[in-house]
Structure formats: C-alpha cells, structure tokens
C-alpha cells in the first residue's frame, strides 16, 4: 500500500504539472487566435487553416481546457485518496482488480481492430473525394499499426 | 468455472463486499464468480480458499478441466 501511495503521489503532480502546461498552453493559443500571430509568422499555406476562424479556434480552446478540467479533478481525487486510508484501499482494490484489467485488455483489443478496419474502409471512401483525406487517413492507419505492433514487441520482450 | 464461493460465504454470514474487501477484488469480480462468468487467476483463488480456510479443490470445481484432459 505504501508502495501505491508514493505512485499516487507521483500522478499527482504529473496531474498539476499537466494542468498548468495546459492551462499555458490554452494562453498561448488564445493569444494568437486574438492577434492572428500565426498569419504573420507561418506560410500562408500553413496558415490558412488559422483562418478558419470559430472552429479551429474553438477546437484548440476546448482541447486545453478538457485537459487542465480532466487534470483537476484527477488531482483532487488523488488528494482525497492520500488523506483518507478507506478511499486509498478502495482505489487501490478497483485498479488492481484482475476482472477489471481484463475487461481493459479485451476492449482494447477489439477497439483496435474495429477501428483499423473502419479506417481500411474510410480511406477507400476517401479516395472518390479528397486526396488529403485519404493521406490523412493512411498516415493514420500506418502510425496505429506502428504503435500496437512497437508495444507488442515490447510486451513479448517483458513477460 | 463452478466455484462453491457463494454457498461458503452465506455459511459464513458475510456480504458480497466483506469478501471481496478481504481477497482484495471488487465487489463485481465477486459476482461474476459466482456467476460463473469469470474464472479467477491462481492468486486471486489461493486468497479465496485460504480466506475460507479450505484446499483450492473444495472451494473451485475443477472437473470440467479434467474432462478436457481425459
């Protein structure tokens, strides 16, 4: 237990770290959606898409401030755990519960392998429309499929 | 997997949530082994059938796993 307790205390900060950075982050993009910065310092190929005025810039906004929301409140529930034992057991228990890892793993593993065959077919729909769709999404399909197959090593090398 | 989890724990008058609380699982994981939906590891059943005091076989039905080997 006391183990998990120097973990819980290392998320902590991990989550207050990750909320000020976001909450910098959000300051930044607010700064250059109001000044337009992004026109003058990028080509404006690149800088087009900052035009697009509410929604990319609504996006951006809304990105940070779900992060520095989720990092919060991971935060706090990790400060309630730390002073109250019962709550720290009960965490303890509901992330170390075997039916729950495997219903993690399960999930994950179909989720993959939905997705990418959702992907397969979007691309193929893509390629009738919009050749930058279709990059995007093979750009897509070969990083997901980087990724699982870079952990799957890892995994097989670690158990 | 049969498990005669639910009968040894209502013999022992404690709820769902005492058990698990004691073997460390959540009340959930309970449940389902005693719906027979989820087949608990070895660690989870050695905790189990040392909580009730008893050999792994009295407490999990391992026959179905000697029909497969036979």
């Known amino acids: 237990?006391?183990?998990?307790?120097?973990?819980?205390?290392?998320?902590?900060?991990?989550?207050?770290?990750?909320?000020?950075?976001?909450?910098?982050?959000?300051?930044?993009?607010?700064?250059?959606?109001?000044?337009?910065?992004?026109?003058?310092?990028?080509?404006?190929?690149?800088?087009?898409?900052?035009e697009e005025g509410d929604f990319t810039s609504g996006f951006r906004t809304g990105f940070c401030s779900a992060i520095v929301g989720f990092a919060v409140i991971k935060a706090i529930f990790c400060a309630a755990a730390l002073k109250?034992?019962?709550?720290?057991?009960?965490?303890?228990?509901?992330?170390?519960?075997?039916?729950?890892?495997?219903?993690?793993?399960?999930?994950?593993?179909?989720?993959?392998?939905?997705?990418?065959?959702?992907?397969?077919?979007?691309?193929?729909?893509?390629?009738?429309?919009?050749?930058?769709?279709?990059?995007?999404?093979?750009?897509?399909?070969?990083?997901?499929?980087?990724?699982?197959?870079?952990?799957?090593?890892?995994?097989?090398?670690?158990? | 997997m049969k498990t005669r989890i639910q009968e040894l724990r209502k013999a022992k008058r404690i709820s769902q949530e005492e058990l698990a609380l004691a073997v460390g699982v959540t009340r959930q994981t309970i449940t389902s082994l005693e719906c027979e939906k989820y087949t608990a590891s070895l660690v989870l059943a050695y905790k189990i059938s040392k909580y009730f005091g008893l050999p792994i076989e009295e407490v999990f039905d391992f026959s179905e796993v000697q029909d497969i080997e036979n």
């Open chain 1, 1 to 50: 237990m006391e183990k998990f307790r120097k973990q819980l205390k290392t998320r902590m900060t991990g989550y207050i770290i990750t909320a000020v950075l976001s909450a910098i982050l959000y300051g930044v993009f607010a700064f250059l959606d109001m000044t337009n910065a992004l026109g003058t310092v990028l080509p404006s190929s690149i800088s087009g898409a900052a």
């Open chain 1, 84 to 159: 109250n034992e019962k709550k720290l057991k009960a965490m303890y228990i509901k992330e170390t519960d075997e039916r729950t890892a495997l219903i993690i793993q399960k999930t994950a593993s179909s989720s993959f392998s939905v997705t990418i065959m959702a992907l397969a077919v979007a691309s193929v729909v893509a390629s009738f429309f919009s050749m930058t769709v279709l990059y995007t999404l093979i750009a897509i399909i070969f990083f997901i499929v980087f990724v699982r197959t870079a952990f799957q090593f890892y995994y097989t090398r670690k158990y």
